[in-house]
């Protein structure tokens, strides 16, 4: 079992151009579309979050019903869903504003326990920066690999949901003791600041930066650079190819046994290169369709 921690919530996705253009909604948040993709793979996973009463909410759980993911340790609460408003660009990369104040995700508690057999645990996005919500994931995380448990941090960032990013960038620094597996986009890593052999020191077994369609390059704890090409596609935009790679690196580390962080460095120049090229190939298929639609496991090869 994988379980995902973090945020579900709408997108609302504009139709044409300008401020007034109608906005589509649409199922999103980077923990929610990351545990959608890791249904649609095949693998067991679980979502860990606090969802909202209203329609919207309904319609998130539903999906993740259809998807295959287990729901058991989804908390509920009256308060709305947060609405996130995309806007894109030319070459399809979004951008969003939030709407969060008193919203249902941001009031998670830590959970008494996590579903059995719980081999890997996912977080990130907005759900660790808005509190009280992020200080209760961050207790998870922490918890979570004292007791041994794979972790996989993606920070994700919102610029626009950090009021001081010099406390963020701090908070993000303390979290790597507990983190096994960082992957990040080139865009988070500069705004972070620092380097993948900086973070590395500071504990992950592995760190994987993402370059969008110029693809992606692993940097491992005993030295080791790996890098894969970007899968050439017709980018319909970008929204949920970051969580997409989240989620097929669990999916592909889980399949070749490798959720401990002494298995990443064993996976060697060709066990990362099969992995990584996987990660690529899932979000190349992903950015080929409007909207967070990772593939399914027939899709792409593992």
């Given at each position: 079992m994988i379980v995902v921690a973090g945020e579900a919530l709408i997108d609302l996705v504009p139709q044409g151009t300008g401020a007034l253009a109608a906005l589509r909604p649409a199922l999103g948040g980077g923990p929610y579309n990351t545990a959608v993709a890791l249904g649609r793979l095949g693998s067991p996973v679980a979502f860990c979050s606090r969802v909202s009463y209203d329609g919207f909410g309904e319609a998130l759980l539903d999906r993740l019903r259809e998807t295959g993911v287990d729901v058991s340790p989804v908390q509920r609460g009256a308060e709305p869903t947060t609405l996130a408003v995309a806007s894109l660009d030319a070459d399809g990369s979004a951008a969003y504003s939030f709407y969060v104040e008193g919203t249902a995700d941001r009031m998670f508690a830590l959970p008494a326990a996590l579903p059995s057999g719980t081999r890997a645990v996912s977080f990130g996005t907005c759900s660790l920066v808005l509190e009280p919500g992020a200080s209760a994931y961050e207790e998870l995380l922490r918890e979570t690999a004292a007791r041994g448990?794979?972790?996989?941090?993606?920070?994700?960032?919102?610029?626009?949901?950090?009021?001081?990013?010099?406390?963020?960038?701090?908070?993000?620094?303390?979290?790597?003791?507990?983190?096994?597996?960082?992957?990040?986009?080139?865009?988070?890593?500069?705004?972070?600041?620092?380097?993948?052999?900086?973070?590395?020191?500071?504990?992950?077994?592995?760190?994987?930066?993402?370059?969008?369609?110029?693809?992606?390059?692993?940097?491992?704890?005993?030295?080791?650079?790996?890098?894969?090409?970007?899968?050439?596609?017709?980018?319909?935009?970008?929204?949920?190819?970051?969580?997409?790679?989240?989620?097929?690196?669990?999916?592909?580390?889980?399949?070749?046994?490798?959720?401990?962080?002494?298995?990443?460095?064993?996976?060697?120049?060709?066990?990362?290169?099969?992995?990584?090229?996987?990660?690529?190939?899932?979000?190349?298929?992903?950015?080929?369709?409007?909207g967070a639609e990772p593939p399914y496991a027939h899709e792409v090869a593992v």
């Open positions: 448990v794979f972790t996989a941090l993606d920070p994700n960032i919102r610029a626009g949901l950090i009021p001081d990013p010099d406390a963020y960038r701090a908070r993000f620094k303390s979290w790597l003791p507990s983190v096994s597996l960082l992957k990040l986009s080139a865009e988070d890593a500069e705004w972070l600041g620092g380097t993948p052999r900086e973070w590395l020191a500071a504990g992950p077994a592995a760190v994987v930066v993402t370059r969008g369609g110029d693809g992606l390059t692993a940097f491992t704890r005993d030295g080791g650079e790996y890098t894969v090409p970007g899968e050439r596609v017709e980018v319909a935009d970008t929204i949920g190819a970051g969580d997409t790679v989240n989620a097929a690196l669990l999916h592909g580390l889980a399949a070749r046994g490798a959720l401990r962080d002494a298995d990443l460095a064993a996976l060697g120049p060709d066990g990362w290169a099969g992995l990584l090229g996987f990660a690529a190939r899932a979000a190349a298929v992903t950015c080929s369709r409007a």
